[in-house]
């Protein structure tokens, strides 16, 4: 059995966190990886993270983290501004990476990560959702021509982030400067699969909207402004010749998520959505055509959530960095998707439709 690959989970919480919820119970099942470390802001919130992930060391230095030499892997978890530092850390120091989305504040954060890669480094981004048998029988089905080609897509995607108010940890998601923003996370993982799903943009247009500029930070009296839009309707045309539109809300915790296509000779529809997103789980593929090729999961007998989504995406890692392979998300990737935000972010501001190169 090939030796497993041991990962440093950078932004480890005991109390709470993406890291906590996904990370951790992802990687416990996946016999591929072993976590031998962890590290938080202090010291003692790395041994508290330590004990209740599992993990062998904990440390108070992140940067100490990724430059220890007997790490394979890492995971960063941290708050978006920071990913800069520790990634480009992570990569110099020769390690592979796995990083959340989006991969940095802005495009040229982005393309800086993306150029420190090194030949025979893996690299993945953190869009989980791309990893949903859903999502990956729906993109299945367009490339096998079951329901021909792919003509209208429609796509309502709400999460319940971004609404009146806000808890004090995700006070800075409404500051525009911070690159995480609803635009980006709510928008960008949504967008990602669209184009998984009928192919890359060629053409947007947009209206970003903010329609609660007051945000009440939960447990004080703190009222912020906030910057960045909370309401995203796009109009696209993708390669594929696909016309769509997407709705992206904040502040909806109940409504499902919803994405209907019509084809030349049939359609597919995906449903369901957790409070937190689209990319966070339960989800359920519709079609009137049906597939006989490879099944939609890699690892069939897991569920249907954040936790299973982040496995199927680490299990393909896994197996790229044993092989040599390229099939998981990278940072290739997020650069085109951050690229694509900049455009519908110059549609919604001048009223002017954008067009995609390459």
Known sequence: MTKPLRVGIVGANAARGWARDSHRPALARLAQFTLAAVSARTQALAEEARAAFGADR??????????????????????????????????EAGKHVYCEW?????????????????????????????SAPAVRQAARLIREGAIGRPKVLRVFSPTAGWGAEAPQHYAYLQDKRTGATLETIAGGHTLAALEAIVGPYVEVDARSSTLVEKVRIQGSSEVMQRTCADHMMILGKHDSGCVSTLEVIGGVATQPFVLELIGERGWLKITGGRAGGYQVGNLHLQSNASSESEPAS?????????????????????????????????????????????????AAESGVRQHMEG
């Open 102 to 130: 989006p991969l940095g504040r802005d495009l040229a954060e982005a393309q800086e990560m993306a150029a420190a890669v090194k030949h025979g480094q893996h690299v993945m981004i953190g869009l989980q959702g791309l």
């Open 58 to 91: 904990a440390y108070g230095d992140s940067i100490a983290l990724v430059r220890a030499p007997d790490l394979d892997v890492i995971a960063v978890t941290v708050k978006v501004p920071e990913h800069r530092a520790v990634v480009l850390a992570a990569l």
């Open 298 to 346: 890699v690892l069939p007998e897991l569920g249907d959530g954040p936790a299973e989504y982040l496995a199927e995406a680490y299990t393909r890692f896994a197996e790229d960095i044993r092989t040599g392979t390229r099939t998981v998300p990278d940072f290739t990737v997020a650069t085109r998707l951050t690229r694509l935000l900049d455009k519908i972010d110059v």
